[in-house]
């Protein structure tokens, strides 16, 4: 089978830890583990989130003043590539019986998507409430509750077009295992003669990896995250995972606008191409593939025909 797997970037980075390259290389190991079976049987396209890394080297940029600020997208570039090499150099590790590739990736979004009037893409480390009052002041920055704490929030506009799809396609005829879209894809909007400008945003991954996975015509869609799936009664001692739920049962169960919300909005996009989608936790990726963990997401039959008829 083709399947594209979604890294979550808090599972690159889990809350509380130190946000330090150690940090990181422990926890793609933790991915890659969970990786390599799946790479064994399947060819296997690979992206990730970038959040808590974006974020970090946000608050580096501004610590030094001599330039301007980077804006968002060169920040997002920079994550792809650091978070795909430390990606691609564990998979290479492992020796794998095919070659790995990392593709930075750009995705076109529309410079006047409403989502540039409403941030809502959570990006860094969490925040106690004083210290996010004092940033929210001092930076301008759009700050929102996120568990017990506290984080920045950007415009996460909508994935419209992956700009290196064709090289994506050529690399997987090839053989190779692609790591690609980090992050999302870095944002970029196409003017009139086709020239490509950085925006200042950061694409939802989960959404892009749903484009990816449409536009390669993919079996299956992984959404792997730090918890076991879509939950009824989240954060309660009530919390229980659903194993199937309806793209229509969605909207009852008010998720998590920056982290569940659009997971299970890609899932659904996906299922709608009657392909295999499943939200589960990045240990269980192996049995997310047969319904032995995880939350798989599917559409009623009549939207099915519906969004494959012409």
Request: proline share 7%; hydrophobic share 45%.
């Amino acid at each position: 089978m083709r399947v594209v797997v979604a890294l979550g970037g808090n599972a690159l980075i889990r809350r509380g830890e130190p946000a330090t390259v150690a940090t990181q290389r422990a926890n793609v190991a933790r991915a890659v583990d969970a990786l390599v079976p799946l790479a064994a049987e399947h060819e296997l396209v690979v992206t990730h989130g970038n959040g808590p890394q974006v974020g970090l080297l946000a608050l580096q940029a501004e610590a030094y003043h001599d330039v301007p600020a980077y804006p968002l997208d060169v920040l997002g570039a920079e994550s792809e590539g650091m978070v795909g090499y430390l990606l691609e150099q564990e998979l290479v590790g492992r020796r794998l019986r095919r070659p790995t590739a990392t593709l930075l990736t750009q995705v076109v979004v529309d410079g006047e998507d409403p989502a540039f009037a409403t941030p809502s893409k959570p990006v860094g480390p969490v925040y106690e409430r004083a210290e996010a009052d004092r940033l929210r002041v001092e930076r301008g920055w759009d700050i929102v509750p996120d568990g017990r704490g506290w984080r920045r929030v950007v415009p996460s506009p909508e994935p419209l077009e992956i700009v290196e799809l064709p090289a994506i396609r050529i690399l997987l005829d090839g053989g190779a295992l692609v790591v690609c879209v980090g992050g999302g894809g870095v944002p970029v909007v196409r003017d009139g003669a086709g020239r490509l400008t950085g925006v200042e945003a950061v694409v939802d991954k989960d959404l892009s990896a749903a484009l990816l996975a449409r536009q390669l015509q993919a079996d299956a869609l992984l959404l792997l995250t730090d918890v076991p799936g879509i939950q009824r009664d989240f954060g309660t001692d009530r919390a229980r995972t659903v194993p199937e739920l309806r793209s229509d049962e969605l909207d009852r169960l008010a998720l998590a606008a920056g982290s569940m919300a659009p997971k299970a909005a890609a899932a659904a996009r996906f299922a709608a191409t009657e392909g295999l989608a499943v939200i589960g936790a990045l240990e269980d990726a192996g049995a997310l593939l047969d319904g032995r963990a995880g939350t798989r997401v599917s559409v009623p039959a009549v939207a099915q025909r519906s969004s494959s008829s012409p």
